[in-house]
């Protein structure tokens, strides 16, 4: 997994507002939505065992161990636009997104 300059520096931001120390966030995958599968993004107090971790610019992101094999070469960004703004996963793996964007299927 890679992510862009402009997801560390979110990322970034996020944790700083946050209020309390983390270790990073945690990237993972859960059953939801019409295609199967949607991307989890939460904060991480501690690294969990199992968890891949990716360190950049100062921010770590943890993989959980059940979302490796769908993320495997997957780039995490993040963009702004007029109307919406967030993150935003690039997965090679992906054979199909439901209509509306919030799940997918390997």
């Known amino acids: 997994m890679t992510v862009t ?6 990322v970034r931001e996020l944790l700083s507002k946050r209020g309390k120390p983390s270790v990073g966030i945690r990237i993972g995958v859960r059953s939801k ?3 199967g599968l949607s991307y989890t993004i939460e904060y991480a107090d501690e ?3 199992g968890d891949e971790a990716l360190e950049q ?3 770590t992101v943890l993989i959980d161990p059940k979302a490796s094999l769908f993320i495997f070469g997957t780039e995490m960004d ?3 636009e007029k109307l919406q ?3 935003v996963f690039r997965n090679p793996n992906e054979k199909g ?3 509306c964007g919030e799940s997918f299927h390997v």
């Open 97 to 99: 997104r439901c209509g």
């Open 47 to 49: 690294r969990g065992p």
């Open 78 to 80: 993040y963009v702004e």
């Open 57 to 59: 610019d100062g921010v």
């Open 85 to 87: 703004s967030g993150f």
């Open 5 to 10: 300059p402009a997801a560390v520096e979110r």
């Open 33 to 35: 939505g019409c295609s």
